[in-house]
């Protein structure tokens, strides 16, 4: 019997050891759906909270002054007036992406900006019973992220105040767009700021529930259900994603479920951390 020599040994053991690692080795494609939702979750909800700051604190909207807008991006109103029967249009330039990071600017609620989101509000914020609709076409090239991953999103936001702390907020058309692919999006979704810090966004919460669909990068339709509501500090850290919340993610196309748990570690930690179970199996991600 041929013997086989030390090297030989060596090898056939590291072989059998990088195939076994390989076969092991979770892959994220089993909860893309769970991504890309939480993407586009972050993302239409940020704008939530610059259409909701500027709404409520600009002096020529209601009164004092934004708390997100940085000094460099440029409110322009198209038209001031209610009493003219189709209420106030206003835009808001962040200027181009740039060429290096952070790309955008910094706004006060720690993420970046650039391009243009405009806005219509059909009567006084605070008014219940008030609209607020937020359009971004695809060449107002407006981005949104962290300084280095910055998604493009376009679509159509209408939010509605139903009480003085609560709105119905829906997306149309929605989609979500950076290096990891593209993602569609439509929700309607309950907000209930729970807490009021006074003045401007900073130090409330806001919980969300609801309801709402897409199509992932790989052209998947799924639908998501809150199970427990997505719970929202706005505070330096925290204001990007939730720090608490519980859905279920259904993938219509292979006819499965993803659990997706915003605070994994049960201490509502300003971590980006969210926690994704698919057959019974844990993935923790982290939230664009």
Known sequence: ????????VVALVLCMFFVSCK???????????????????????STFDLGDDIATNDGRVKKAGSTILPNGAVLTFTDSLFNDG?????????????????????????????????????APYLNVGTILTIT???????????????????????????????????VSNGKASNKNGSVTWNSNRTVTRTYDAGPG??????EVSGSASGTNRNGENFTVTIDLPLK??????????????????????????????YDPYNNE??????????????YFFTVN
């Open 269 to 282: 930690a300003c971590d980006k951390t969210a926690k994704a179970t698919y057959k019974g199996k844990d």
């Open 86 to 122: 189709d209420g106030k249009d206003f835009s808001i330039d962040f200027g181009p992406l740039g060429s290096t990071a952070p790309y955008g600017m910094l706004c006060g609620d720690g993420r970046y900006r650039s391009g243009k989101i405009h806005f219509s509000l059909s």
């Open 232 to 261: 929202k500090k706005f505070q330096l850290g925290c204001a990007n994603t939730f720090v608490k919340g519980k859905l279920t993610l259904k993938n219509i196309d292979k006819n499965d479920e993803i659990q997706v748990d």
């Open 136 to 170: 971004i076409g695809e060449t107002d090239n407006f981005y949104s992220g962290n300084g280095v991953l910055m998604t493009k999103i376009s679509g159509e936001k209408v939010i509605t105040r139903t009480q003085s702390n609560q709105y119905t907020v829906s």
């Open 23 to 45: 076969k092991e080795k979770p892959t994220l494609e089993t909860i893309v759906s769970a991504e890309d939702n939480s993407t586009a979750e972050s993302e239409f909800s």
């Open 1 to 8: 019997m041929k013997k086989l020599s030390l090297l030989s």
């Open 201 to 206: 966004l900073i130090g409330d919460i806001f």
